[in-house]
């Protein structure tokens, strides 16, 4: 949808149009739907479907729609933060106990059909991780090789190579530069090559760098 198109629904939104409202919340469901695929922890997945987590974001969403005009950001920027909200209490209903660690594990608690995509779009320089990615052993392996980087360069990869975010949309939802993010997105893959390699060797690999 062109930024117009948006700001046209949005305008006639705020004026009390329903089909407005439906059909702007709509537009973004399967972006939503993605999004919340990619980080449905499996401790969550078997209790609830995707579906319905990006319906309760709609709704949420359709509830706050004048927030929206203060927020200064994307639309679907405003929409995700909504749905990372929502996943994270569901984590913390259903899986965790300790409030503090829930957004640290959402943010990249991936699915394995998750991590099987990343490592099919980042690993293609690590010999056999492309051919053996949906083995269980190979997937730990990425699991853990991403567990090294810091966490804003793994959420950028997540955000950028799974829910298909633009570089622009990635800027906003972390506070930095589009430049900053290109970076970033640069220095995690190069990084994520390398602890693979260095596994592929037997050499430990343990460092978390800026």
């Known amino acids: 949808m062109?930024?117009?198109?948006?700001t046209s629904l949005l305008r006639r939104a705020s004026e009390g149009e329903r089909h407005a409202v439906e059909r702007l919340l709509s537009k973004y469901r399967d972006r939503l739907n993605l999004m919340v695929k990619v980080h449905l922890d499996s401790r969550l997945a078997g209790r609830l479907d995707a579906s319905d987590v990006v319906q309760d974001t709609l709704l949420r969403a359709a509830q706050?729609?004048?927030?929206?005009?203060?927020?200064?950001?994307p639309f679907y920027v405003w929409l995700r933060q909504i749905?990372?909200?929502?996943?994270?209490?569901?984590?913390?209903?259903?899986?965790?106990?300790?409030?503090?660690?829930?957004?640290?594990?959402?943010v990249w608690g991936l699915s394995?059909?998750?991590?099987?995509?990343?490592?099919i779009q980042l690993g293609g320089a690590t010999g056999?991780?492309?051919?053996?990615?949906?083995?269980?052993e190979m997937l730990q392996r990425l699991h853990q090789a991403l567990d090294q980087l810091p966490d804003q360069q793994r959420e950028i990869l997540v955000m950028r190579h799974l829910e298909q975010m633009k570089v622009a949309e990635i800027a906003v939802a972390c506070g930095l530069s589009e430049s900053a993010v290109k970076m970033?997105?640069?220095?995690?893959?190069?990084?994520?090559?390398?602890?693979?390699?260095?596994?592929?060797?037997?050499?430990?690999?343990?460092?978390?760098?800026?």
């Open 184 to 210: 970033r997105q640069l220095r995690g893959v190069e990084r994520l090559r390398s602890i693979l390699h260095r596994d592929d060797s037997g050499s430990a690999s343990s460092f978390r760098g800026p």
């Open 83 to 106: 749905a990372r909200d929502r996943l994270s209490e569901l984590y913390e209903r259903h899986v965790s106990t300790k409030k503090r660690s829930v957004l640290r594990e959402q």
């Open 64 to 73: 706050r729609l004048t927030e929206f005009e203060k927020a200064s950001v």
């Open 128 to 136: 056999g991780l492309i051919e053996g990615a949906i083995k269980k």
């Open 112 to 119: 394995q059909d998750s991590m099987a995509r990343m490592a």
């Open 2 to 6: 062109s930024d117009s198109s948006v």
